[in-house]
């Protein structure tokens, strides 16, 4: 079966690749000229990389380790040692960790927080702790049930100290979703608790080891293109065309860059777009079918990734640093932490800025002074005296439509891959699986959204001969 699939993040490409194995072809048309959407990436005049985003791939990604498995590229997937590590606010310059030592789960994450005392008291931790019983014993039930509250309502509710959210939630949910705790639906920091309290190496990081696009995003096309599926750059749908019945007949394909438009045909048919694009793609005779119009409630929301390079090195900690400052989120010297922008004399930082909604309009070079201005509270050492580090060149990635901002209320607004349009599917990291916005999310769904093309009567005439997808 031809299947036509317009986006080529990792929600798209993971779907072509589960279909090409279960024995279909897809035919995957980007609107861009570089694969992978939010993990894409570009090398400036020099030579070095800039992304949409700093990347962490944590333990508890299954479906992406699996997926790397399969492409046979494990060895690219850096491991970091299993900590959670923290500025200190009232310290600068110093760090408080998490380390979880190599025990079963729970205990490594218990031992992990009863054995950091710079963050939390002990009525701090216990308070907490109890909070948490229930989520670890009613599961993702519980877990979804939460989702009427935003994260410092849950701590209300739970007697849980306000302090608990500036020492930890804070930096936390700014890492999650780019928001704040008053704001982002506890479902989500739940999820990833149950998932980092329950799995020994839930929690456990990662840095790819290169530019995404090449290191990760390829080597699926590779992988796509070897078994007769296509993926086009540079082919923007424009258009869902309808046929009488309000089914699909053709996706039309913009003609950029000196290339002919035309209206893709297939036998069913996948946006793995971001939700904000989709909705404007929405055909009119399908605005009132509720399953869409719930996505109206599914908003992006807005993130700046800053790439800062130094003449010298700021710090040796080849890990993933959790700022704590108002106006960033979490940070990595790349120039430690990742092979192919390894570089032993000068660091390279990539930081998140977030919450970035008063910033996003902002100048690149207002919002790199301001991230200046943080770094001195970060590396007091380096800032602040006459030696001071200088800045050598910046790279700022603004991207005022990310990832969907996960507010109360949205888990019910997630579409399911399978929508009421027979022909019609969804992938994309917003719809619904259990992984949020994310990595994980995105491949689970292109995943989940193969297995759906493959399971649906579409399929049935070649029934005989596909694979089923293994979910
Ligand atoms: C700053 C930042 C940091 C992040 N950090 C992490 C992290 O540490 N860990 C983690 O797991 N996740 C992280 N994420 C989230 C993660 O990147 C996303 O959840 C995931 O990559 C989304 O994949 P997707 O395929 O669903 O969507 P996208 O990556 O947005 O892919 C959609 C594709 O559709 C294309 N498209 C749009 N319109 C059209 C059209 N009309 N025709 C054809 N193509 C079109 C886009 O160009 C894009 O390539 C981060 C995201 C950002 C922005």
Redo the contacts with the bound molecule.
Sequence with gaps: MRVAI????????SCAKYLVDAGHTPIV????DV??????AWQDEDGDWYE???????GA?RNMRQLIQELDIEDRLQWKSHSMIFNQRQTPGTYSRFDFPDLPAPFNGLAAILGNNDLLTWPEKISFGLGLVPAMLRGQGYVEECDKYSWTEWLKLHNIPERVNDEVFIAMAK?LN?IDPDEISSTVVLTALNRFLQEQDGSQMAFLDGNPPQRLCQPIVDYVVARGGEVHLD????QIELAPDASVSGFRIGGIKGKQGYSLQADAYVS???VD?FKL?LPEAWASIPFFQKLSGLNGVP?I?IHLWFDRKLTDIDHLLFSRSPLLS?YADMSNTCKEYADPDRSMLEL?FAPAKDWIHRSDEDIVAATLSELEKLFPQHFGSDDQAKLRKFKVVK?PL??YKTVPGCQQLRPDQTSPIANFFL????TMQRYL??????VL??KLCAAAVSASPLAAPQAAQAKPVAV
């Design positions: 317009a986006g080529a993040g990792l929600a798209g490409l048309v980007e609107a861009r694969l992978g959407g939010k993990v894409a949409t985003g700093l990347h962490i791939f944590f990604y890492a780019f082919s923007p749908m424009r793995a777009l971001p694009p793609l993130v990734n979490v998140v991207t990310s990832v992938a994309g990291d917003y916005a994310s990595m994980e999310g995105a769904s292109g």
